[in-house]
Nanobody, 120 residues
């Protein structure tokens, strides 16, 4: 069974920084695309940033220039460095991974979510 475990959320003042981490564990062949999504109260879950197996990245317009996604394949971990945080960044952040199982089939997996709160 594949598990994604997130860490690094918390409370920070506007203008501050946080670094989220998400580690994948279990038995699988490889990890393809990794991403971070967020969901604010009463809103849908939206993509924040994505990184492919070839290290191509994609960001939501609202976080471009402030957030950076990266991955450490040796540790099966994806990071989200968040700088210049704004109150509107407040949300639960979810890690997402497209993983190729030992069977060869790909599956889509989610972490449990980590709360990020930015105070004004």
């Amino acid at each position: 069974q594949v598990q994604l475990v997130e860490s690094g959320g918390g409370l920070v003042q506007a203008g501050g920084s946080l670094r989220l981490s998400c580690a994948a564990s279990g038995s699988f062949f490889s990890i393809d695309t990794l991403g971070w999504y967020r969901q604010a109260p009463g809103k849908q879950r939206d993509l924040v940033a994505q990184i492919t197996g070839g290290d191509s990245t994609n960001y939501a317009d609202s976080v471009k220039g402030r957030f950076t996604i990266s991955r450490d394949n040796a540790k099966n971990t994806v990071y989200l460095q968040m700088n210049s945080l704004k109150p509107e960044d407040t949300a639960v952040y979810y890690c997402n991974a497209l993983i190729r199982r030992l069977s060869g089939l790909r599956g889509n997996f989610w972490g449990q979510g980590t709360q990020v709160t930015v105070s004004s």
